[in-house]
Nanobody, 119 residues
Framework: QVQVEESGGGLVQAGGSLRLSCAAS????????MGWYRQAPGKQRELVAV???????NYADSVKGRFTISRDNAKNTVNLQMNSLKPEDTAVYYC?????????????WGQGTQVTVSS
């Protein structure tokens, strides 16, 4: 069993910053890619940023230059530093972690953390 827990969401004014954190725990032999997704009301879930085990990153065009994804392999965590936030960034942010365990390899989702940006 693997648990994925997000934290750091909240309410912030436009132009402000938030830092999201996600920690994976449980039956983990190794962690592969980790990413952040978001879903606004009435919209599809979209990829925000992803980071591979080797540290390569990829960002959605809408957040490029404002968000930074990073990981701490010793703590099995992935972070998302969000700067210059805009109202359109308002969404539930979900962490996704690729895990190699004792018997299988699969992805796990966190429960999500709300980010609200006011104008």
């Amino acid at each position: 069993q693997v648990q994925v827990e997000e934290s750091g969401g909240g309410l912030v004014q436009a132009g402000g910053s938030l830092r999201l954190s996600c920690a994976a725990s449980g039956n983990i032999f190794s962690i592969n890619a980790m990413g952040w997704y978001r879903q606004a009301p009435g919209k599809q879930r979209e990829l925000v940023a992803v980071i591979t085990s080797g540290g390569s990153t990829n960002y959605a065009d809408s957040v490029k230059g404002r968000f930074t994804i990073s990981r701490d392999n010793a703590k099995n965590t992935v972070n998302l530093q969000m700067n210059s936030l805009k109202p359109e960034d308002t969404a539930v942010y979900y962490c996704n972690v690729g895990v190699t365990g004792s018997y299988n390899r699969r992805n796990y989702w966190g429960q999500g953390t709300q980010v609200t940006v006011s104008s």
